[in-house]
């Protein structure tokens, strides 16, 4: 489990093909304290730490997460927010997300406010009972707050605002860019429970 409170920006400096990808990641981690079987969440992803050394951890990114994740993303060169899983007796500063991909979304807009940025992103249409304003939403593993959501045919948009702390200690993304969506989970764990009592009546 994580908090969507990124705590270091990683770089991926190799990319080795096997039956999945073995991928390595540079870090500011100290490493001697990351056991290997760790879950390190990746951009929202989470994954297990299979090898490491000063400086780098090494996952295994498997086909499902291929497919799951924005494409080109596990390539060599790529920056990455990195959170270390939670501990029993950490701060819960932002909200629980468990590092599992939802659905991809697209940035339509990124426009200033104040000394902020509102992003407005296109959510696919199967999320859309899980968006509610105020609600929470993890973006590339950050945890954010939704401040508007508008149905619509193709789907929701929504609407979050990135503040300057933000935005210096993160990977940011731009308008045209395609991002990792983690609802909820607890309006996840809800919309299973009505979608198999409707199911049932």
Not at 48 to 59: I, L, P, S
Request: net charge negative; aromatic share 4%; hydrophobic share 40%.
């Amino acid at each position: 489990m994580f908090t969507g409170i990124v705590t270091d920006v990683g770089r991926i400096e190799a990319v080795e093909p096997r039956g999945d990808l073995r991928v390595r990641i540079a870090t500011g981690y100290d490493t001697s304290g990351v056991n290997l079987g760790a879950s390190i969440a990746c951009s929202g992803v989470c994954l297990t730490v299979v090898d490491k050394g000063e400086g780098w951890f090494a996952v295994d990114v498997s086909g499902e997460t291929q497919r799951r994740t924005i494409p080109g993303m596990w390539s060599q060169g790529t920056k990455l927010n990195l959170e270390r899983a939670l501990k029993v007796g950490d701060e819960l500063g932002g909200h629980i997300v468990t590092g599992h991909v939802d659905g991809l979304g697209e940035v339509i807009e990124a426009r200033p406010e104040n000394d902020s940025v509102r992003f407005v992103i296109q959510a696919p249409l199967g999320l859309a009972s899980y968006l509610s304003e105020k609600g929470s939403i993890a973006i590339n593993g950050i945890s954010l707050t939704v401040n508007d959501v508008a149905d619509g045919e193709d789907g929701p948009r929504f609407e979050v605002n990135i503040i300057p702390h933000t935005a210096k200690h993160t990977v940011m993304f731009a308008a045209g860019a395609r991002v990792n969506l983690e609802i909820d989970v607890l309006a996840r764990y809800l919309g299973r429970m009505l979608e198999v009592r409707n199911q049932t009546v």
